[in-house]
C-alpha cells in the first residue's frame, strides 16, 4: 500500500465506523467510484450546504437561488460545447484490460504535462515509456476519446430523437433560465444566481476516495456582469471564496491559487483560477473560479433562435452579459474537512485520542448529553436538557457505557461540546461542560446553557 494510501486509510476506516461515508452498493460487492453518506455524512453535506447558501444567498442583496433539472434538452449540451468537446482521452492495456486516462498515464508515470498533447502523440509516449500501473505490461491499444456525459433514454416527442443526458454540471440550466430570471425578479446587473445540485461525470477515477466520482454535488454561482468590470468582480469571488475556507475552518496553510496558463483554459474561459488543497494525496483542485464572457448567453441564444440579453432599466442599452462563476465541490469541500480535522493524539495515560476538529457551525453533532450514571433522576434531568437543546441544534443523548468511551466516541465525530448530568446537577442545578479541542471541563448553570451553547456555536 502506497504512503498516500496510508495517509487516506484511518480517514477512510472512520467514515464507515462511524457513519460518514459507506461503499456503494457494498453488500453486492461495491460499486465502483460511488459512495452513500451515512447519518453523520448527510448532516456534515447538509450544514456544509445550509451554510453556503447562506453566506452567498440570504446574506447578500445581489443574489437569487435556482433549482434547475438534472435533465435538459439534449440542445443545451450540443451549444455548450460538451456533445463535442466534453472527452477524455482514454487508453487500454491489452493484458489485463485495465482502462486509464492517458494523461494520468503520463504525468504520473514521467512527471510530463499532457495538456495539449494529440491522442498519436499520447500513445507513442505512452507505448515506449510508460508500464501498466495494474500488471506491469508494456502493451496498450491507441488513445481515443471518451465523451464523459452519461446517455439516457427517453420517449421520442421530437425530431431530435430519444437520447437525453444527464447534466455533467448545473451551470447550463442557470443560463436556459437567464431570461425568466430576469423577467420575473427584480434583478440588476450584477447579480448572480446560485445553485447547490447533482452533476454526472462518466469518468475513470484515481481511488482518491470521494475525491472524484461519477455523481456529485456543486455549490455553484452564475455572477452576471458588464465586460468591462470583470477583473475587479474576478479578485472580489476569489476572495470571498477565501473567505467562505474560513468559515468552515480550512487551514489557510494549505490552500493555494493555482492560475490557468492560456494554452490550458477551456474554451468559455477567458482566466481560471483554482483553489487548491494540500490532500493526503497530493495538491488537487477544491475550487474553481473562471472567467467564462459571454459564450454561454451566446451561444443558447443562437441555439435556440431566442434572444437572449439584459436591457438596463436606466439607459435602456441592450447588451449581453458576462459571467463570472465560483464553482464549490460539495464532497469535495467534506473530505477536505475530514483531512483537516483529523488528528491523532498521544494522551498523557499511553492512550490514542482520535479527534474530528470540525468548526462548530458545520459539526454533524453540536452537542451530546449524558447522565453520568443510566438511572433515576440522572437520566431524567438530562433527557429534558436533551429536549430543550434539540429544538436549536442536532443533539445526540447517550446513556450507554463509560463516560471516557461515551466522550471518545463524540470526539471521534467531531461533537464540539458534551453536558454531563452527575449528581452535582441534583444539588446545585450545575452540568459539565466538555470542550472536544482542549477536554477541559467547567460548571455551567442549567439556566445558562442555551445562552453559553449559542455563542460558543456560532
Partial sequence: MSTIQDRLKPIVALCKRRGFVYPGSEIYG?????????????????????????????????????????LLHPKVWAASGHVEGFNDALIDCKSCKGRFRADHLIENALKLDADGMSLPQMTDIIRSKVKCPKCGASDFTEARHFNLMFQT?????????????????TAQAIFVDFKNIIDTMRVRIPFGVAQIGKAFRNEITPGNFVFRVIEFEQMEIEYFIKESAWEATFDRWLQ???????AIGLKESRIHEKEHPKEQLSHYSKRTVDLVYDFPFGRSELYGLAYRTDFDLKRHAEYSGQTIEYTDPETREKFVPHVIEPTFGVERTLLALLCD???????????????????PRIAP??????????????SEKAQKIFAELKRFWYCEYDESGQIGKRYRRQDELGTPFCITVDFDTLENDTVTLRDRDTMQQIRVPCSQLLEVLSEKLK
Wanted: negative net charge.
Fill in 240 to 246: 470571498s471564496m477565501h473567505e467562505w475556507c474560513r
Fill in 30 to 70: 461495491g460499486f465502483a467510484n460511488t459512495y452513500s453518506f451515512g447519518p453523520y455524512g448527510a448532516e456534515l453535506k447538509k450544514n456544509i450546504k445550509d451554510l453556503w447558501w447562506k453566506m452567498f444567498v440570504h446574506e447578500r442583496r445581489d443574489m437569487v437561488g435556482l433549482d434547475g433539472p438534472i
Fill in 153 to 169: 433514454q427517453m420517449s421520442k416527442t421530437s425530431a431530435d430523437g430519444d437520447v437525453a443526458y444527464l447534466r455533467p454540471e
Fill in 365 to 378: 453533532i453540536k452537542v451530546a448529553i449524558f447522565p453520568l450514571m443510566k438511572k433515576e433522576p440522572l
Fill in 341 to 359: 480535522a483529523y488528528e491523532e493524539q498521544q494522551l498523557d495515560n499511553g492512550e490514542t485520542r482520535t479527534v474530528l476538529h470540525f468548526a
